[in-house]
């Protein structure tokens, strides 16, 4: 089955700088891979996903590139502000409504003022 | 986009008792949900795949006979955790995709055994 390995685990930045979080999977018949902040105690909320078809997606100050030759994704997060300190989370499945999504072990991002 | 509700948000039992958690698709038929649990500090582990008029499907290590699945309708599935133990204690959380796309998430319980 699908295995995803998530780094770092942590992760400091300064106000205004950009973080990186980078995942890789392993099934190649994936084609699915969203991303999740979640904020302590609360369900996870998806941020930015990306289909196999394309290779980077923007979305304001959130960025998602993916490799699959290479079969790695990674978040990028510019400008950072201390709002977007959160767990987040990448994911991977094949895109089917029955097929559930495998997480990584998640990164707690830390913006500091 | 779509909703996915969760009963209830919190629960604190006794060990020894049985709790049962609802999931529901709020504005969309879901065939499928999924079980995850998520321990302090950790990610999310799916537990079961729960389809509609069959049997779970679960994952290595999650006994059935200890969370029992039942996904009776189209918007509705439920979590049973027999004779919950402390060790049972965790966020449970379930989710539903809608036609292969984003897959949305439930508010979460957190089940506390005592």
């Known amino acids: 089955g699908e295995n995803v390995e998530q780094h770092p685990s942590t992760l400091s930045v300064q106000e205004g700088d950009s973080a990186v979080i980078k995942c890789t999977y392993s099934?190649?018949?994936?084609?699915?891979f969203p991303w999740y902040k979640q904020e302590l105690g609360k369900r996870p909320q998806l941020i930015i996903d990306?289909?196999?078809?394309?290779g980077e997606k923007k979305d304001q100050r959130i960025a998602v590139t993916l490799n699959k030759t290479a079969k790695h994704f990674s978040l990028h997060i510019t400008e950072t502000q201390p709002e977007d300190s959160a767990v987040y989370f990448c994911?991977?499945?094949?895109?089917?409504?029955?097929?559930?999504?495998?997480f990584g072990k998640g990164t707690r991002l830390s913006v500091i003022a | 986009g779509a909703v996915v509700s969760q009963h209830p948000s919190r629960v604190i039992c006794k060990s020894g008792t049985s709790v049962k958690i609802e999931c529901r698709s709020l504005?969309?038929?879901?065939?499928?949900m999924f079980w995850y649990r998520q321990f302090p500090k950790k990610s999310l582990m799916l537990m079961a795949t729960?389809?509609?008029?069959?049997?779970?499907?679960?994952e290595q290590g999650v006994e059935k006979d200890k969370f029992l699945i039942n996904h009776a309708s189209l918007t509705l599935s439920t979590l049973t955790v027999t004779s919950a133990h402390p060790e049972d204690s965790s966020f449970y959380i379930c989710?539903?995709?809608?036609?292969?796309?984003?897959?949305?998430f439930g508010p979460g319980t957190r089940l506390t055994v005592l």
């Open positions: 989710s539903a995709r809608e036609q292969g796309n984003e897959q949305f």
């Open positions: 099934d190649s018949a994936s084609n699915y």
């Open positions: 990306i289909r196999s078809n394309v």
């Open positions: 994911a991977a499945s094949i895109n089917s409504g029955n097929t559930p999504l495998v």
């Open positions: 504005d969309f038929q879901a065939t499928t």
């Open positions: 729960s389809n509609e008029g069959s049997k779970a499907t679960y």
